[in-house]
């Protein structure tokens, strides 16, 4: 209780037992039980209330509205403005609007603590709470305006990306202020902003600090194939699939079997194996098949080529020796010689 009194400027524990000593016993109970405030910090549900002592869920929720609009007008309540300024004063600075999770963690880690502020929260006349949705997370918050002006931004900020895209953290804050109209100097920092970025469902930050789409594959990592995803655009050039398991626990300390990850690479199409057991990422421009394809693939984007320009295209897609590639030029079923010696495709 001294930690969080040093945070705050207040002991919650001590408030609220003060608080709940001015009602009846049975309206006491039912609150400890619905915000967790006893022994037992689990919060227990209308039902399982009304099932102890058989009355209807309906019934208990009228005993707990009762109690907290009891409380409102107690004496007690008066003596409590200190604490509800302090609550206000942290909200405030911590952006004015924040989640509920970010908000109780900030203050203590201690369950039993985070359910007496969470009580103080809910009782307290400055704090407003926007319910969780597919939007947003459930948070409080002191300025409407403000919390509308940011939920806004949210949405643009979601409405403007790419459904694969990522962004490294400084441009995502920077698309997110030019998105945030009129707000006050003082939440113009990056911790603040982070702060309202968790706010929405709808974006997310990956392992590496990028943040993108929340329901992207780049974004909620699930298994090898998008650690391993993750690992090779960071390192930005084709790997050995050996190299790709390796790079998977040394950045994100996540067991990576070499034969599970040639295996994963090998069913993801995010994914061009452009040599013996190397892969590259298809958005780099790679082109999927054997050399036979590529060479094709260069062929008619191209016309024709000399065997020499076909062997430098084809080495910038591929990892394989010259001779590979002369090889492949040499099946007549696909390829000819033209005019001025050219190889073209046969049609």
Known sequence: MAQIADKTGFKPKAIVKRLLSALPERSKTVLEARFGLGANTEKVTLEAIGKRWGITRERVRQIENHALAQLKK????????????????????????????????????????????????????????????????RCW????????????????????????????????????????????????????????LRISKKVGKNPLGE????????????????????????????????????????????????????????????FVLVGRGMYALKEWGYTQGVVRDVIRDILRKSGPLTKEQIIEKVLKERHVKPG??????????YFKRGKDAKIILVK
């Open 74 to 137: 107690s004496s007690t309540f008066v003596e409590a403005d200190a604490a509800f300024h302090e609550l206000e004063r942290i909200i405030d600075s911590l952006g004015g609007i924040v989640c509920e999770e970010d908000l109780l963690d900030f203050m203590t880690k201690d369950k039993s603590m985070q359910n007496h502020i969470y009580f103080l929260l809910v009782l307290g006349d400055p704090f407003k709470y926007r319910k969780e949705d597919d939007e947003v997370q």
């Open 324 to 333: 590979t590639i002369v090889v492949n030029l040499q099946n007549q079923k």
């Open 211 to 270: 943040w993108g789409q929340a329901h992207s594959s780049n974004v909620k990592t699930k298994g090898v194939r998008d650690y391993a995803y993750l690992a090779v655009k960071k390192h930005g050039s084709p790997l050995h699939f050996r190299e790709v398991a390796s790079l998977i626990e040394k950045m994100f300390n996540r067991a990576a079997h070499v034969a599970t990850t040639h295996n994963e690479l090998i069913k993801d199409d995010r």
């Open 141 to 196: 918050y002191v300025d409407k305006e403000l919390a509308n002006k940011v939920e806004s931004a949210l949405k643009n900020l979601y409405g403007g990306l790419s459904d694969e895209e990522l962004i490294p953290e400084g441009e995502m804050i920077d698309r997110f202020l030019k998105e945030l109209q009129g707000i006050n100097d003082k939440h113009r920092n990056d911790e603040v902003l982070k702060r309202w």
